[in-house]
Every structure is written in structure tokens, then in C-alpha cells.
Antibody
Framework: QLQLRESGPGLVKPSETLSLTCTVSAGSISDNTYYWGWIRQPPGKGLEWIGSIYFSGNTYYNPSLKSRVTISVDTSKNQFSLKLNSVTAADTAVYYC?????????????WGKGTTVTVSS | DIVMTQSPDSLAVSLGERAAFNCKSS????????????LAWYQQKPGQPPKLLIY???TRESGVPDRFSGSGSGTDFTLTISSLQADDVAVYYCQQYYDTPTTFGQGTKVEIK
């Protein structure tokens, strides 16, 4: 059964870069049926799609974050990664990685457990 | 962006009773060429990631109990739990994937009365 696991620092200083990695197990990130996405959830709030990537490296970002986001893929490690630069307290959230069905903004059928990132000095 | 608005924000239902709550999109998420509504529902329990329940507005994800059902078309959708169980206490989110960026409703919190 496919599993996703987020990893990375839980604390990031304001103005620095948040970096997270999602490791895919029991499945291949190179499966051409799926896209791989990042979603975040600020404390006590709703869900926000950050962006997605295809195994070929094609990326798609939410315009609201596009200027600060980079998503990349490493098929040899079965991983994809998120970088969010110039972070502020508003970027404090639980960050999830997930698998999109068929199209990069479609529904997500497999999610990681999430990792909490706090932006604070 | 398509704005998704859920109602109510919370509701309390007795065990075994029916729970129904709504999701409204700021524009239609029905694609006329294939007659599909690009709408999904998720369940999120405290400390857990969202779990996909329903996609294409009414297709139940594999393994989801049949007490969960989705209905609606165009801009107005409903998730119904036919007989509420204690395990159903959660926040439920709708998501539109008709257009990018995909967007979510603010959630409806379901509790036991």
C-alpha cells in the first residue's frame, strides 16, 4: 500500500527557506498516472494547495505562493521536495504531501501524515 | 479562484441519526462535456491528515462505508451520513478540482449530540 512521509526541520526562522521532502514508499513516483502535491493547513484553519509536480519534473503552483515556491523531484530516491522562501509567521502550518489522481489539481487519494513547521525566531 | 463555502460551520447529531451538510461553489464545477461534477469530500480527524471519502461529487472511495453519500450538481452539493457513528466525529472538507488552483471549503465540524 502506497505511503507518503514528510520530513524536514520543524522550526524555521523568519525570512529563511522552509525545506521539506516527501518520500514515497510501496510505489513508484514515476508512475505516469499520478501527480504529487503539497498542501498546508495553518493551525485551526483549512487546507491550501501549494503546488504539484509530475515525475518528469513539470511543476504547477498556486499563484498565491508561486513567487516563493519551488517543488522538485528526485526519481532515483522516489522523493519530491518543497522549498518555500522568505517565510513569515503566516507560513506556520502542518505541511502534507499527497498524491493527485490523473491531473495536477485533481482530488488526492493518498496523504502523508503531515509535518508541523513553525516559523519563529 | 473558485470559492467554496460550507454550511453549517458545525453541527451536533445524535448517534444513529442522519447528518447532512452543504458545500457551495462560487461557480459551477460541472463540466458539460462529460457531465461530471469536479467535487470531492474529505474527512479529517484530529491530528490526522484528510481522508478522501467522495470524488466526482458522488463516487465513494474504496473502503468508505456506504453510510457516506454525496449528492448535488453545479454549484450546490451535500454530504450525507445516513446513520452517524462515534467514529464519524471529524471535520469534513469539500474540494473543487474543476479549475486550478484547486480550492477547499472552510470545513464543517461534526460532533455527537
Amino acid at each position: 500500500q502506497l505511503q507518503l512521509r514528510e520530513s524536514g526541520p520543524g522550526l524555521v526562522k523568519p525570512s529563511e527557506t522552509l525545506s521539506l521532502t516527501c518520500t514515497v514508499s510501496a510505489g513508484s513516483i514515476s508512475d505516469n498516472t499520478y501527480y504529487w502535491g503539497w498542501i498546508r493547513q495553518p493551525p485551526g484553519k483549512g487546507l491550501e494547495w501549494i503546488g504539484s509536480i509530475y515525475f518528469s519534473g513539470n511543476t504547477y503552483y498556486n499563484p498565491s505562493l508561486k513567487s516563493r515556491v519551488t517543488i522538485s523531484v528526485d526519481t532515483s530516491k522516489n522523493q519530491f521536495s518543497l522549498k518555500l522562501n522568505s517565510v513569515t509567521a503566516a507560513d506556520t502550518a502542518v505541511y502534507y504531501c499527497a498524491r493527485h489522481q490523473k491531473i495536477y489539481y485533481y482530488y488526492m487519494d493518498v496523504w502523508g501524515k503531515g509535518t508541523t513547521v513553525t516559523v519563529s525566531s | 479562484d473558485i470559492v467554496m463555502t460550507q454550511s453549517p460551520d458545525s453541527l451536533a447529531v445524535s448517534l444513529g441519526e442522519r447528518a447532512a451538510f452543504n458545500c457551495k461553489s462560487s461557480q459551477s464545477v460541472l463540466y458539460s462535456s462529460n457531465n461530471k461534477n469536479y467535487l470531492a469530500w474529505y474527512q479529517q480527524k484530529p491530528g490526522q491528515p484528510p481522508k478522501l471519502l467522495i470524488y466526482w461529487a458522488s463516487t465513494r472511495e474504496s473502503g468508505v462505508p456506504d453510510r457516506f453519500s454525496g449528492s448535488g450538481s453545479g454549484t450546490d452539493f451535500t454530504l450525507t451520513i445516513s446513520s452517524l457513528q462515534a467514529d464519524d466525529v471529524a471535520v469534513y472538507y469539500c474540494q473543487q478540482y474543476y479549475d486550478t488552483p484547486t480550492t477547499f471549503g472552510q470545513g464543517t465540524k461534526v460532533e455527537i449530540k
